[in-house]
């Protein structure tokens, strides 16, 4: 089976770019979920999908950070502009609809602001 | 606020010692308490406890709950070098499907 992909593994951008991150998640799994995880700190949920529709977007910065997920499939995450304190690992995770807990997370997406 | 606490942060130890990570937690609607381990990017699924008192295991590891206390503790016996990781501790609520992550116990295992 395979499992969550993510692209790019690795970015780097100066302060005030834009960026864009993509995920496509396991087969079936209605939900996804996206993370931010900073360096020494645990993953800090973004935003949840369930199919296309968004259940919980409360810690997204919305005036600089947008995602979506069109089709219920594939999600993208952008940042416009980027800031210094941007700078993190950006998990992927998917699941099946109400199984939470077994969230299937991608290798991730570093980035790094300059 | 919900929040998850993890003790302690860091954790060096030699190779064959048995360790404990500790979790605590305050939330609303909780639901189950989770542990991963994280060595490269991606956290993988190692428990999930939802009955105070029931202890999980699988080969050196166990994890036990008790929802009075509000915490819940992971030990690993016989450490190896491969158990190097960050073991993060989440918290599963009832509220939007949501998982709350703490900043996790980075532990290093000297050969």
């Known amino acids: 089976e395979a499992g969550v992909a993510q692209s790019p593994r690795y970015k780097i951008i100066e302060k005030r770019q834009s960026v864009a991150f993509w995920c496509n998640p396991i087969?079936?799994?209605?939900?996804l979920y996206w993370y931010q995880q900073i360096l020494g700190q645990g993953p800090k949920l973004l935003i949840q999908?369930?199919?296309?529709?968004?259940?919980?977007d409360s810690q997204l910065p919305k005036d600089r950070f947008s995602a979506e997920r069109l089709k219920g499939v594939d999600s993208t995450l952008k940042i416009q502009p980027a800031k210094l304190e941007d700078s993190a690992v950006y998990l992927c995770?998917?699941?099946?609809?109400?199984?939470?807990?077994?969230?299937?997370f991608g290798p991730g997406t570093r980035l790094t602001v300059t | 606020e919900d929040k998850v606490v993890q003790s302690p942060l860091s954790l060096v130890v030699h190779e064959g010692d048995t360790v404990t990570l500790n979790c605590s937690y305050e939330?609303?609607?909780?639901?189950?308490l989770l542990w991963y381990k994280q060595e490269k990017k991606a956290p993988t699924f190692l428990f999930m406890l939802?009955?105070?008192?029931i202890e999980k295991k699988s080969g050196r590891l166990s994890s036990i709950l008790d929802k009075k206390e509000l915490f819940s503790i992971l030990n690993i016996t016989a450490t190896q070098t491969g158990d190097s990781a960050v073991y993060l501790c989440?918290?599963?609520?009832?509220?939007?499907?949501?998982?709350?992550f703490g900043k996790g116990t980075r532990l290093h295992i000297l050969p």
């Open positions: 995770a998917s699941s099946l609809m109400f199984t939470v807990h077994e969230q299937y």
């Open positions: 939802t009955s105070s008192g």
């Open positions: 989440a918290v599963e609520t009832n509220r939007d499907d949501k998982i709350i």
């Open positions: 087969s079936g799994h209605a939900t």
């Open positions: 939330v609303t609607n909780f639901r189950s």
């Open positions: 999908f369930q199919n296309n529709g968004v259940v919980d």
